[in-house]
């Protein structure tokens, strides 16, 4: 779990440092990458947990013998995540990973996740505009 944690903090600053340059690196895939390696370290966590203690409430609803909490849905909603908070995509973004995936169970984590990665930094924007006296639909 710390490996993932710091290679995504690594990837981070090393996607901060090539995103400044001047050269063609990208920031669609580090995105994802990033978002991933935080996911699924995420979901290494919750696995834990669960194993831990498995009479919590949170898991009432797993069954004894079987996995209940699978690291790599917790890494693709990470990377949908990410990438929504980065490039501002909500629709194309589901698609896109619609398209990784091929499945429809993670489409409602990830258009969840893709709205308000995307829109939540709108938001304080706004609200920090309102606070400096700005105001742009009438009174706030």
Known sequence: MFSLFSASAVKGLLTILTFGLAIPAGIFMPSMVIGALF???LGMVVQAWQVAH???WIFASCLPD???VTPGSYA????AAFMGGVTRMTVSLVIIMFELTGALT????I???GMYCCCRPWYLWMKKMASNGF???GTI
């Open 111 to 113: 258009m969840i996740v």
């Open 66 to 68: 079987e996995p209940c």
């Open 39 to 41: 996911g699924r370290a």
């Open 135 to 137: 105001c742009f639909f």
């Open 106 to 109: 993670y489409v409602l984590p």
């Open 76 to 79: 693709m909603v990470g990377a």
């Open 54 to 56: 498995p009479g919590f």
